[in-house]
């Protein structure tokens, strides 16, 4: 099911340890990795001052974007739970005064969503 999940874009969560490895030179003094989450090769970072997106491009996947939202600039967000049919929940955030989201991630039932949320309505509140 993991190789599924991963195929339909599916995130799945990540320690704190092996993100703070691999992803460590790009935090502040003082800034900690919370919660993470992998999609296939990308990579989305909650810290305790701002929500970090990795997006690795390319066929190589050498090219990487790295996307800084402090929660300052969250102006919502939303929380779309999974159903009968649907396998994965979806959550999308708005920066700013912009019309659709900027972000959007899938998660699988593997995942608490509901704590997902949580977190990120105690950030951005």
Same mark, same amino acid.
């Given at each position: ?10 995130? &799945?969560?990540?320690?704190? %340890? +092996?993100?703070? !490895? ?6 502040? %003094?003082?800034? +900690? ?31 990487? %974007?790295? !996307? &800084? ?28 005064? %912009?019309?659709?989201?900027?972000? &959007?991630?899938?998660?699988?039932? &593997? ?5 997902? +949320? ?8």
């Amino acid at each position: 099911m993991g190789l599924l999940n991963k195929i339909l874009g599916n995130a &799945s969560e990540v320690s704190a %340890e +092996q993100l703070l !490895k691999k992803y460590g030179r790009l935090l502040i %003094e003082g800034e +900690q990795i919370e919660l993470g989450f992998s999609l296939l090769r990308d990579v989305f970072m909650f810290t305790n001052k701002r929500l970090i997106l990795i997006d690795i491009q390319g066929l190589t996947g050498s090219k990487v %974007e790295y !996307k &800084s939202l402090p929660y300052k600039n969250i102006s919502r967000f939303s929380l779309e739970t999974s159903g009968t049919f649907d396998l994965d929940a979806e959550l999308k955030i708005w920066i700013s005064s %912009e019309n659709l989201p900027s972000v &959007s991630k899938k998660f699988n039932k &593997s995942i608490d969503v509901y704590e997902v +949320q949580r977190y990120l309505a105690g950030k951005v509140m």
